[in-house]
């Protein structure tokens, strides 16, 4: 079966524009995971979905960045007058429910501020 | 606050030679511990994790880990390492048990060179 996809690959802006970045999750996987990895921080946990709970926004480093998730499938994280700083690899990933099973990553979409 | 520390950057090993990978977390309770590996342009693959019982655990790829609670640390090994076993490889702990999900907390990574 097909694993977790994300668009673009690569997506390149201008400061100031807003993205957004398409996550699909492997069929049947209740939970889907935003992480961002960058040079300077490393990976970073950024949002969380279960379901239909409400989101675990935790990881989120300010309001310019949401993320929605219709109907418990494809999640969009959106930024909003995008910064150099957010320059790095947006990673998705899925799972069953339950915090033992395993994550499935998908290969990221790298985004590039100028 | 949980955290990981890779205190290795890079690691460059002979093609056929042993690897060991550091990792240290810093977790309240019982963590739930895994190894990720990045090769070149790919997205991060589980080579292995611990949640409870045995602490030596066995992994894909040849990989294996040993999870020492009185160190706090996860080591990776390998006994013999292929040129393919170049990559980039993540520690992480997981949040809580019993949730429903398990956000990741990941070590800074460790790069290893394999060399001919």
């Known amino acids: 079966g097909a694993g977790v996809s994300q668009s673009p690959s690569n997506k390149v802006t201008e400061k100031g524009k807003d993205v957004e970045l398409r996550c699909d999750p492997i069929s049947g996987h209740t939970a889907l995971y935003w992480y961002r990895q960058s040079l300077g921080q490393g990976l970073e946990f950024l949002i969380y979905f279960q379901g239909n709970s409400a989101p675990d926004k935790s990881g989120l480093p300010s309001d310019r960045f949401s993320a929605e998730r219709t109907g418990g499938s494809v999640s969009t994280l959106t930024i909003q007058r995008t910064q150099q700083e957010d320059s790095a690899v947006y990673l998705c990933?899925?799972?069953?429910?339950?915090?033992?099973?395993?994550?499935?990553f998908g290969p990221g979409t790298r985004l590039t501020v100028l | 606050a949980q955290s990981v520390t890779q205190p290795d950057i890079h690691i460059t090993v002979s093609e056929g030679a042993s690897l060991e990978l550091r990792c240290n977390y810093s977790y309240g309770a019982t963590p739930y511990l895994f190894w990720y590996v990045q090769s070149p342009g790919q997205g991060l693959q589980l080579l292995l994790k611990y949640f409870s019982g045995d602490t030596l655990v066995q992994g894909i790829k040849g990989f294996e880990a040993e999870f020492k609670r009185s160190q706090s640390s996860f080591n990776l090994r390998k006994p013999s390492v292929h040129w393919s076993d170049a990559a980039e490889y993540f520690c992480a702990v997981g949040a809580l048990q019993g949730a429903a999900g398990n956000k990741l907390t990941f070590g800074g990574g460790t790069r290893v060179l394999v060399k001919p």
């Open positions: 990933a899925s799972s069953l429910s339950g915090a033992h099973n395993e994550q499935f």
